[in-house]
């Protein structure tokens, strides 16, 4: 079975400084692993997405994630936050031996970004 | 590009009645899905259909109903609201390749009272 754990609830940094949002997964299988952002009374909308080609994956905004087969970890990084990156993050994993093609989602983090 | 386009964007039932949600892309996709979101477990998945004319009972089925009316259209059904049923609900469609990405619509804010 697959699972995620996104490790913290909430983060919140200043405006210019680093951001890291962490994710772990589990699954059986070589997974897919995604990030998607949800801004407030919005839809959801990919940032970026690994499967199995490079293990640092450029997403839109500045977003960058590397993922670590070792550390079955798959954290979301920006060098420099924007007061625009406030919203909700969630990291997602599909294990393509799951049936139906599942993404599973973890609990999200919301990042809050100060002055 | 429409998209995932879900009808309706707000509604407010009362405990015991019933409504059905609608959801339709135009992506050409194979498989669709439906999730609620609730404050701080994500987003949890109800029901999905790997493929015209197949559906599957997801993580929290409970008292909800889907049907795959075509390759385009995945509608949820609540037979008998009830509170707990609060919640956002996204739909959302695939191709069949665990490595595609997710589409979503803009959600449903269903409140039960």
């Known amino acids: 079975a697959q699972s995620v754990t996104q490790l913290d609830s909430h983060v919140s940094v200043s405006e210019g400084t680093p951001v890291l949002l962490r994710c772990n997964y589990s699954?059986?299988?070589?997974?897919?692993l995604f990030w998607y952002v949800q801004h407030p009374n919005k839809g959801l909308q990919l940032l970026l997405k690994?499967?199995?080609?490079?293990?640092l994956v450029k997403g839109i905004n500045g977003f960058e994630a590397e993922f670590k087969k070792s550390e079955t970890s798959f954290h979301l990084t920006k060098p420099s936050a924007h007061m625009s990156d406030a919203a909700e993050y969630f990291c997602?994993?599909?294990?393509?031996?799951?049936?139906?093609?599942?993404?599973?989602f973890g609990g999200g983090t919301r990042l809050m970004v100060k002055p | 590009n429409a998209g995932v386009t879900q009808t309706p964007k707000f509604q407010v039932l009362k405990t015991g009645q019933s409504m059905t949600l609608q959801c339709a892309q135009d992506?050409?996709?194979?498989?669709m899905y439906w999730y609620r979101q609730d404050p701080g477990m994500g987003l949890r998945l109800i029901y999905y259909?790997?493929?015209?004319?197949?559906?599957d009972k997801g993580e929290v089925p409970n008292g909800y109903n889907v049907s795959r009316l075509n390759k385009r259209e995945f509608s949820l059904r609540l037979e008998s609201a009830a509170p707990s049923q609060t919640s956002v609900y996204f739909c959302?469609?695939?191709?069949?390749?665990?490595?595609?990405?997710?589409?979503f619509g803009q959600g449903t804010r269903l409140t039960v009272v």
């Open positions: 959302a469609s695939r191709k069949p390749t665990g490595s595609s990405e997710a589409f």
């Open positions: 699954s059986s299988y070589s997974p897919s």
């Open positions: 690994y499967t199995s080609a490079a293990t």
């Open positions: 997602v994993v599909s294990d393509p031996l799951n049936a139906g093609n599942m993404l599973t």
């Open positions: 992506m050409n996709h194979n498989s």
């Open positions: 259909s790997a493929s015209e004319g197949t559906t």
